[in-house]
């Protein structure tokens, strides 16, 4: 795997092309020729594209309790995922680098790792598809396209910023001048062991 020249604009473009293509297709498995990294980069995206539409049915006005509550059952899981494999980016980048002798231990640590990076452009990638469909609903009330017009240029002004952090964190870590670690997310609420409305009522059984 060669990770010396991935760019922040492969996962962007990834991202916005998986985006349009899932809201079409959403068995669509990605580019027949990427890169494993690039599959992994778009495994991650996934998990933050299913969560963002669960979401959104925990917020349907008609949703009963009961939906309700099986779609936070959803989200806890899918956030699992994303954050799982926001980490497994992390890891697969440090293997690597660690075969060229890098990071180099004596640089500056960054505070955020590309792996979480990765994360909020995943995000951002989200919020600006569904602010520019926004902007193209016909039957919205009058200023609606102004302000999400307005909202989407913020939203692409981030994420080209926080592209551009990424890319330099990556540079920079590949001529030895920072260096990032892998920041375990460590949720407790999935683990009944480490909740306690969990293992409290267990312990009253």
Request: net charge negative; charged share 30%; hydrophobic share 40%.
């Amino acid at each position: 795997m060669t990770l010396n020249m991935f760019t922040a604009s492969q996962i962007v473009a990834l991202h916005d092309q998986s985006t349009e293509r899932w809201h079409q297709d959403p068995g669509w498995l990605g580019p027949e020729d990427q890169t494993a990294w690039l599959r992994l980069v778009l495994f991650q995206h996934r998990a933050n594209f299913d969560l963002w539409h669960v979401e959104d049915e925990a917020r349907t006005p008609e949703a009963t309790d009961a939906q309700i509550a099986g779609v936070k059952r959803r989200v806890d899981e899918t956030n699992q995922r994303r954050n799982d494999l926001a980490e497994e980016l992390d890891r697969t980048l440090l293997e690597w680098l660690a075969t060229r002798g890098l990071p180099n231990a004596e640089a500056p640590l960054h505070s955020e790792s590309p792996g979480l990076i990765v994360d909020r452009l995943s995000i951002l990638a989200l919020k600006i598809y569904h602010t520019r469909q926004e902007t193209l609903r016909t039957e919205a009330p009058e200023g609606h396209a102004e302000r999400n017009i307005e909202r989407l240029g913020v939203l692409e002004e981030q994420r080209a910023d926080l592209a551009a952090c990424l890319d330099a964190l990556w540079q920079q870590t590949l001529a030895g001048a920072k260096r990032f670690k892998l920041y375990r997310q460590l949720k407790m609420y999935n683990d009944p062991s480490l909740n306690p409305a969990v293992y409290q009522k267990l312990a009253r059984e």
